[in-house]
């Protein structure tokens, strides 16, 4: 007798801030903003009226400033306890941190930081474009750390567009930011990284099916979690069930599972993991175990700020040159 298949209850995405994840991740962000053109400070040539500069999440005209005054995106912050995978589809990040560290990345480009014991860094959207416009999309992922993890030293990784693996099977288009698909392997996470760990089964994959098109999502370990998010296009179907756009579906099942899209092009982002399964003690940007790791987490940032910070204000960007690059805290210096 076949086996029964399973029934899945799709729920629908926030319109604003962060989706619901599983462990082992802590949320993920999708930021889609149609930047105008750029003025000489790379902010954009527009009206800044009406907004709330410095808590600007309003999307109004298409877009928002974030934390950002001048230029958009988010000045200085501290991290501890957790990752951030940054993944860009469009548009440029610049990123300039407490130990030195400076990097420019975008079109592809994927940055892994693990905060680990605690650092401070910028995020910011440059607005290099002055005679068009400057459309800026990305993944922001937060990825936790086990406790044996979350007091390791900081790092951040570089996978270059070129360096992340694209595979098409027919009409289905997949981008592996992390974990193995029919032999294509991405590149290495940072050190101590939860993905890096033998059986956290992490992946993370952007997949993009044409109109007719038919893939199937292979089978993982039993207790893996994988959420499956529908980012934009037509309704998809997940083994005969309508999922909408900007749903999800959060599953345990270990088996195989057909995709297809039979409406129209479906656009669908994966994250996947065998939960950590350690309780999880969080406010802001600090991810501890327990709630005297989060206090000491808040007096260590007040009495060492995670390393000062080197640079003029708490929101560079690295001026007007278009070229990518990430200069590293021990001075390694690298680009596409």
């Not at 940055?111 to 999309?137: C, K, S, V, Y």
Request: glycine share 10%; aromatic share 10%; hydrophobic share 35%.
């Amino acid at each position: 007798m076949a086996s029964r298949l399973p029934e899945f209850q799709f729920r629908a995405l926030p319109q604003q801030g962060p989706w619901p994840t599983a462990d082992p991740f802590l949320f993920c962000v999708h930021h889609l903003d149609r930047y105008p053109q750029g003025n000489e400070q790379l902010g954009p040539r527009a009206s800044l009226q009406g907004r709330d500069l410095g808590m600007d999440f309003s999307n109004k005209d298409g877009w928002s400033m974030y934390h950002g005054e001048v230029v958009p995106g988010f000045p200085r912050h501290p991290h501890r306890g957790f990752e951030t995978i940054t993944v860009v589809r469009q548009g440029l990040v610049d990123h300039a941190d407490s130990l030195g560290a400076a990097a420019r990345y975008g079109a592809g480009d994927v940055q892994w930081m693990t905060a680990g014991d605690g650092i401070n860094h910028a995020e910011m959207f440059p607005l290099l474009r002055n005679d068009e416009a400057n459309p800026t999309e990305l993944f922001q992922i937060w990825l936790n750390l086990p406790a044996s993890k979350k007091r390791v030293a900081p790092h951040f990784t570089m996978f270059w567009a070129s360096s992340v693996p694209e595979l098409s099977e027919g009409g289905a288009h997949l981008r592996l930011i992390a974990g193995e698909h029919r032999g294509a392997q991405p590149p290495s996470p940072p050190p101590d990284s939860y993905a890096s760990m033998s059986g956290s089964e992490v992946a993370i994959w952007s997949l993009v099916l044409e109109q007719g098109t038919e893939f199937t999502l292979p089978p993982v370990s039993s207790g893996v979690t994988r959420c499956l998010y529908h980012v934009g296009g037509a309704p998809s179907r997940l083994c005969g069930q309508t999922l909408p756009v900007r749903h999800f579906v959060e599953m345990s099942d270990g088996r195989s599972l057909q995709l297809s899209a039979a409406e129209g092009r479906c656009d669908l982002l994966l994250l996947q993991g065998k939960p950590i399964g350690e309780p999880v003690a969080w406010h802001g940007p600090f991810v501890m175990n327990t709630h005297a790791e989060l206090v000491q987490a808040f007096a260590d940032y007040q009495h060492t700020g995670f390393g000062g910070w080197p640079w003029p204000g708490a929101a560079p960007h690295h001026g007007p040159d278009s070229a990518r690059f990430a200069r590293h805290a021990d001075g390694r210096e690298e680009s596409p």
